[in-house]
T-cell receptor, first 116, second 109 residues
Framework: SAVISQKPSRDICQRGTSLTIQCQVDSQVTMMFWYRQQPGQSLTLIAT?????????ESGFVIDKFPISRPNLTFSTLTVSNMSPEDSSIYLC?????????????FGSGTQLSVL | QKEVEQNSGPLSVPEGAIASLNCTYS??????FFWYRQYSGKSPELIMSIYSNGDKEDGRFTAQLNKASQYVSLLIRDSQPSDSATYLCAVRGSYKLIFGSGTRLLVRP
């Protein structure tokens, strides 16, 4: 399957600051997604990162808070803006790799974010 | 009603036993179903996919799907302590993958 590199792997940030998470894939993929996993919870889709156009956000997530870039078919960034302690979560980049079968989603190693 | 429901557990089984993990979903038009394993502090790892009714076996894992009952399960035979993890059921809706809250499995040596 596609190799997905995500960085940073973890960070501790101050309230009110912003953090940009990078996701690099070793092959070109059409579909890239950003998920959030809050402590003890399951995964929630934040947005679909579209190459060459604005990201598509899920209900409850807005571009001002979570701006996303997708400059090409192998790279994306997610920024968590104006952070508060409620943003403390694991953020996961994921891709669909159809070489492995229809619609299979694979995850990067994640970014553990703690906001003080 | 949640879109994908799982018992949170923990499900505790002795080493060598069969672990049975269950999942129900609400969207009748769902066509793709997945099981992920997530170790503490790690990202989810895809272990099984199933697209049609019946059983699909891969090594010690068997996924079972019953679309009429909107039910998907994962059986782990000869459970090992290394299988102790949270297992996430995921169902593809119209365009996105929807995850259950996960079942924590503990395999006792």
């Amino acid at each position: 399957s596609a190799v997905i590199s995500q960085k940073p792997s973890r960070d501790i940030c101050q309230r009110g600051t912003s953090l940009t998470i990078q996701c690099q894939v070793d092959s070109q993929v059409t579909m890239m997604f950003w998920y959030r996993q809050q402590p003890g919870q399951s995964l929630t889709l934040i947005a679909t990162a579209n190459q060459g156009s604005e990201a598509t956000y899920e209900s409850g997530f807005v571009i001002d808070k979570f701006p996303i870039s997708r400059p090409n078919l192998t790279f994306s960034t997610l920024t968590v803006s104006n952070m508060s302690p409620e943003d403390s979560s694991i953020y996961l980049c994921s891709v669909i790799d159809n070489r492995e079968g229809v619609g299979k989603l694979f995850f990067g190693s994640g970014t553990q974010l703690s906001v003080l | 009603q949640k879109e994908v429901e799982q018992n949170s557990g923990p499900l505790s089984v002795p080493e060598g036993a069969i672990a049975s993990l269950n999942c129900t979903y609400s969207d009748r038009v769902s066509q793709s179903f997945f099981w992920y394993r997530q170790y503490s502090g790690k990202s989810p790892e895809l272990i099984m996919s199933i697209y049609s009714n019946g059983d699909k076996e891969d090594g010690r894992f068997t996924a079972q799907l019953n679309k009429a009952s909107q039910y998907v399960s994962l059986l782990i035979r000869d459970s090992q302590p290394s299988d102790s993890a949270t297992y996430l059921c995921a169902v593809r809706g119209s365009y996105k993958l929807i995850f259950g809250s996960g079942t924590r499995l503990l395999v006792r040596p």
